[in-house]
Nanobody, 124 residues
């Protein structure tokens, strides 16, 4: 089993920054790919970013490219999502997810393990 806990959400003004953390525990999480997704009420949970187990490959949704950066510190079993130039449309609950074998990083059904989410609110 893998347990994931997100933190770092909050309220920020448009143009500001936040850094989300996803702390993992359980099995050898350093061998797991990690993804970030976000969801607003009444909508699907959408892909935001993902990182391979080594950190050598990263993937981003078009809506966040150039503004968000995903990284990981396997020594700390933690994945980060640095979010800059935030916009009101980035407001959502952000979830991290993990799995060991993922064919497509952007597909949420590929991930077996999920955190509880952290709220990000961007005011205009």
């Amino acid at each position: 089993q893998v347990q994931l806990v997100e933190s770092g959400g909050g309220l920020v003004q448009a143009g500001g920054s936040l850094r989300l953390s996803c702390a993992a525990s359980g099995r050898t999480v350093s061998t797991y790919a990690i993804g970030w997704f976000r969801q607003t009420p009444g909508k699907e949970r959408d892909f935001v970013a993902a990182i391979s187990w080594s950190g050598g490959s990263t993937y981003y949704a078009d809506s966040v490219k150039g503004r968000f950066t995903i990284s990981r510190d396997n020594a700390k079993n933690t994945v980060y999502l640095q979010m800059n130039s935030l916009k009101p449309e980035d407001t959502a609950v952000y979830y991290c997810a993990a799995d060991i074998q993922i064919r497509s990083m952007a597909i949420k059904s590929e991930y077996d393990y999920w955190g509880q989410g952290t709220q990000v609110t961007v005011s205009s």
